[in-house]
């Protein structure tokens, strides 16, 4: 086998790799375990950029988007935790 066909492989087994393991850290809804995974995923495509199998821009626009999903995961879930504003006091009316 030429050299030129086994890369081409080895790169698309660990671009299919890393394409399904952001769909899996897509599927996670809770915080905890999203930025666990965010770590790994992180990680594979940093190293996917670094062998030239992506470009760095989209490494980082990918990295990018996730870490935006995660904040989203971590502002419902404190908005669905705190508790709801009370009504106004007849002092703080007053004032």
């Known amino acids: 086998m030429r050299q030129a066909a086994s890369r081409r492989e080895r790169n698309r087994y660990y671009g299919r790799t ?10 996670n809804k809770e915080k905890t375990a999203f930025d666990e995974g965010l770590v790994s995923v992180n990680s594979m495509i940093d190293k996917l950029a670094k062998r030239g199998i992506i470009h760095k821009n989209k490494a980082a626009n990918l990295k990018s988007k ?19 504003p009370e009504a106004a006091t007849t002092q703080e009316v007053a004032s």
Not at 18 to 27: F, G, V, W
């Open 18 to 27: 890393t394409r399904n393991a952001i769909r899996t850290l897509k599927e």
């Open 66 to 84: 996730l870490a935006k999903k995660s904040n989203a995961l971590g502002a419902t879930a404190q908005a669905s935790v705190a508790p709801a």
